[in-house]
């Protein structure tokens, strides 16, 4: 496995990948790996010749009041577990040569980026376009791998690459959880004391609400009183949103049907957890 920091020489390996017609999969990340991050990287292995993962916690995509520097970090631990998964490239860029001084250009998406996460991070998004199409122009990758559970994050990148005429695949895939049903998260580790158990209500919630959906349930308003109860019978937390929408293009829904998706963001003293579930009703 090789390990780059510097975006020269991660261009030149890109080049002589590219000579040898190698189809490139990448997995951009923040590090503080997880099964989660896992699940793309072995997508990847499995889609494309060669597999670039990135570490990099890129400070645009955080507020000024939130968690940049208390974001948990262990590149050693990363960078084992990487190899171990037979990750080829390991491209941990450093911030001075990122943002350098005079960095002044951004990517935004002004239509999906302003729902659901985008109303409280508003600078969120741009944060995450700006990273994201970096990387895919310093990586040239055939092959872009991307969690649902940011959802939001993946339909932005998506119109952005749409939108830009990248020549790029971006892919979606499935939300890793932990036994209980708590969905994998690097920000996990922060849950203190009774948080862990509190939390554990966003996936039942939306379990139980796909299966009140299943079982003929078409009023939007009932799912979602249902899942704040649900949630605030857990205990004490700040809910920031509970939105059900249309799962293409997060436009308004009058009442469930077709592709719809159902999301949460939720606050655990200062630990911010998201998660959804995507359905097909008929
Ligand atoms: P992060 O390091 O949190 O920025 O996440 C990097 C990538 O891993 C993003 O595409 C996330 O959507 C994805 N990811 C994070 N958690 C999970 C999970 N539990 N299951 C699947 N993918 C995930």
């Known amino acids: 496995m090789v390990i780059i920091d510097n975006i020269l020489i991660m261009k030149k390996e890109v080049e002589n990948i590219k000579k040898k017609f190698y189809s490139i999969g990448f997995v951009p990340t923040m590090g503080f790996l997880h099964d989660g991050h896992m699940s793309l990287l072995k997508k990847s292995k499995k889609d494309n010749d060669i597999t670039i993962l990135s570490i990099y916690v890129n400070p645009t995509q955080f507020g000024v009041n939130e968690d940049f520097n208390k974001y948990p970090r262990d590149l050693k631990r990363d960078l084992k577990m990487a190899e171990e998964e037979g990750v080829d490239i390991v491209f941990t860029p450093k911030s001075q040569e990122i943002y350098p001084k005079n960095f002044s250009t951004y990517i935004i998406e002004e239509k999906l980026s ?3 996460c985008g109303k409280s991070r508003p600078n969120h998004f741009k944060g995450v376009a700006t990273i994201v199409i970096k990387l895919l122009n310093i990586l040239k990758p055939d092959n872009a791998y991307f969690g649902q ?23 979606s895939c499935p939300i890793i959880r932990e036994k209980d049903g708590l969905a994998l998260s690097s920000r996990n ?63 308004e829904i009058d009442y469930i049907n077709g592709k719809i998706i159902i999301a949460i963001a939720v606050k655990y003293g200062n630990t911010r957890l998201i998660d959804n579930v995507v359905l097909e009703v008929k």
Do not use: P, W
């Open 189 to 251: 580790i922060h849950l203190k004391g009774k948080d862990r158990a509190r939390a554990l209500s966003l996936s039942k919630a939306l379990k139980n609400s796909e299966k009140m959906i299943n079982n003929g349930e078409k009023g939007k308003e009932n799912i979602l009183k249902y899942i704040e109860e649900y949630i605030l019978n857990y205990g004490k937390c700040e809910i920031d949103y509970i939105e059900i929408l249309n799962g293409n293009n997060l436009s």
């Open 114 to 116: 302003q729902k659901l």
């Open 149 to 171: 559970k940011d959802y939001q994050q993946y339909l932005v990148l998506n119109k952005v690459v749409i939108d830009l005429n990248l020549d790029v695949n971006l892919i």
